[in-house]
Nanobody, 124 residues
């Protein structure tokens, strides 16, 4: 049974930092592209960041570029999202996802597996 489990969310003041983690199990994700998406209340789910299977390629939404960093653990079945200088507009449920290809990684349709999400709340 494939599972993606996010952790690390919480409440933080503006300007603070959080590190999200996503642990994957049930199959090997070594070659899978991993992505982070988020969904704020009343809004559609949006792309945040993605990393290729090898970890050599990454990309970010413009709204988080320079503040967020995506990385993979050494075993490649864990992916992290380091979030610095958080803003109230970063408040959302954050989801990790896994897909077989690095192409079209900003699209939800590129991902086969999803986690249940972790809440991030940034107070002003």
């Amino acid at each position: 049974q494939v599972q993606l489990v996010e952790s690390g969310g919480g409440l933080v003041q503006a300007g603070g930092s959080l590190r999200l983690a996503c642990e994957c199990s049930g199959r090997t994700f070594v070659s899978y592209t991993m992505g982070w998406f988020r969904q704020a209340p009343g809004k559609e789910r949006e792309f945040v960041a993605a990393i290729s299977g090898s970890g050599s390629s990454t990309d970010y939404a413009g709204s988080v570029k320079g503040r967020f960093t995506i990385s993979r653990g050494s075993a490649k079945n864990t992916v992290y999202l380091q979030m610095n200088n958080l803003k109230p507009e970063d408040t959302a449920v954050y989801y990790c996802a896994a897909g077989p290809y690095y192409s079209d990684y900003t699209s939800m349709g590129a991902y086969d597996y999803w986690g249940q999400g972790t809440q991030v709340t940034v107070s002003s």
